[in-house]
């Protein structure tokens, strides 16, 4: 790989300008596209993203461009911020390209395909073959401290020994240190399941009742998404990593993440819609949790936190109905 080859950052919200100005900060050559012009315009006059992330001044190195084909065909690594429902639209346009070759994608957006289950791995592989080369990032990491700087560590995971190595060269910094691992699965189900535990901690948190029940709820929900993983192939080693245990306790913690927030705005009594709207972006895990427990159905694996979240989320239950549900189960060993 070329130091200085550009790379492709689809998806200008938070996320996606975060890790842009993290590779440009690295004098790594970005472009970074969303699918609103007005808001990529803004973008392109103010060098900054006043909307999501005002604070954060970009790079030289990184360019916002409204025009998406052109750069899109002639560029090799494509880095997809999206959220999970537009990736595959954004995918078919990679596959209308005149030629796909050598095109190597790396995502890190965190949840699982409504209705199919699929992972987002299986998805690419679907739509742009299996020999298409592939990579997750993920761990814990808020937009707004991975651009404004503050030291961040996370995981990136491929199969491709070549890509992976490409990729932690143009991540690693003094403020971003990326691990390597091969274990895909692992790290897209840690992602995806650790926003539906931050929904319960939240509604736990909002409720009222306390550190003890958050500990319990992160403690089990670890378990949960550790049986799910290893049931579809993930490294159970994976979960006690960054993009497990500790994605896990950055969201359930912390009320930069969206997902805890939701839960405790559902806790205080608004509804799914406005607690949604409330959030005013997108909460992957009220999208991921039905999807979560349909797995987990299909693997014949027990996730109790990950059903109580849904029935909450199907409005079969209360916040409070859900949390007390599952302190009176039965006791069971450890």
């Known amino acids: 790989m070329q130091a200085r080859e550009p790379i492709f950052v689809a998806g200008a919200g938070s996320w996606g300008t975060a890790l842009a100005i993290t590779l440009a900060r690295n004098n790594q050559p970005t472009y970074l596209w969303g699918h609103d012009p007005e808001h990529i315009a803004e973008l392109i006059r103010d060098r900054r993203n006043n909307r999501y992330l005002p604070e954060a001044d970009f790079p030289p190195d990184l360019e916002p461009v409204i025009d998406l084909e052109p750069l899109l065909e002639g560029t090799t690594d494509i880095l997809i911020g999206l959220p999970c429902k537009a990736l595959r639209a954004f995918l078919k346009k990679i596959a209308e390209l005149p030629s796909t070759d050598g095109k190597r994608i790396v995502w890190a957006c965190k ?69 390597a691992s091969r274990d895909v699965i692992g790290v897209e189900i840690g992602g995806a399941v650790k926003n539906v535990m931050a929904i319960a901690a939240g509604v736990a948190d909002g409720l009222g009742f306390g550190a003890n029940t958050r500990a319990a709820l992160m403690t089990r929900g670890l ?112």
């Open 111 to 179: 949840g699982i395909e409504p209705e199919t289950q699929m992972l987002v791995h299986e998805i690419i592989e679907e739509m742009l073959g299996p020999e298409c080369s592939k990579a997750v990032l993920s761990g814990p990491s808020f937009a707004k401290e991975v651009a404004a700087g503050l030291p961040t560590a996370v995981t990136i995971a491929s199969t491709d020994q070549t890509f992976l190595n490409d990729l932690i060269y143009r991540f690693h910094h003094k403020s971003f240190r990326a691990y």
């Open 223 to 334: 378990a949960e998404m550790t049986r799910l993983g290893v049931a579809m192939g993930g490294k159970k080693e994976t979960f006690m990593g960054l993009a497990g245990f500790g994605d896990l306790v950055l969201t359930c913690t912390d009320d930069q993440s969206r997902n805890r927030r939701f839960g405790k705005l559902l806790a205080k009594g608004m509804s799914i819609e406005e607690a949604a709207e409330s959030i005013g972006q997108v909460v992957e895990g009220a999208r991921t949790a039905g999807e979560v427990s349909a797995l987990a159905r299909r693997y014949d694996i027990e996730m109790p936190i990950t059903d109580q979240v849904t029935r909450l989320l199907q409005g079969l239950c209360s916040p409070r109905e859900a949390v007390e549900t599952l302190l009176s189960r039965e006791p069971k060993q450890e």
